[in-house]
Nanobody, 127 residues
Framework: QVQLVPSGGGLVQAGGSLRLSCAAA?????????LGWFRQAPGKEREFVAA????????DYADFVKGRFTISRDNAKNTVYLQMNSLKPEDTAVYYC???????????????????WGQGAQVTVSS
């Protein structure tokens, strides 16, 4: 099972930007995995944010981040990124990266479909 090590996050003013990163643990590879980002705000369920397939040619986003967030991956560095622009206070949450072993043709966006999870990264957007 791949282990995911997140970095990034923090406090930013509304309208600002942050980038989250998530790397495979030393000696591991993201090659066989679909990768995703999810978030969970206090008192709410974990929700899908974005996902990217193995080859990086297909991405999907939740409606509430379309046009503002971009997911990307660097398979050579075994790292997945979430670039977050035009942040809003309602984006405040703990963000999680996740992985699921998958073919390049299958795509998943539900938390229960992902097998491995990183520790959360807090993102706080002040108004």
């Amino acid at each position: 099972q791949v282990q995911l090590v997140p970095s990034g996050g923090g406090l930013v003013q509304a309208g600002g930007s942050l980038r989250l990163s998530c790397a495979a643990a030393s000696g591991q590879t993201f090659g066989p995995y679909l990768l995703g980002w999810f978030r969970q705000a206090p008192g709410k369920e974990r929700e899908f944010v974005a996902a990217i397939n193995r080859g990086g040619g297909r991405t999907d986003y939740a409606d509430f981040v379309k046009g503002r967030f971009t997911i990307s991956r660097d398979n050579a560095k075994n790292t997945v990124y979430l670039q977050m622009n035009s942040l809003k206070p309602e984006d405040t949450a703990v963000y999680y990266c996740a992985a699921r072993a998958s073919s390049n043709f299958n795509f998943y966006t539900s938390p229960q479909d992902f097998q491995a999870w990183g520790q959360g990264a807090q993102v706080t957007v002040s108004s």
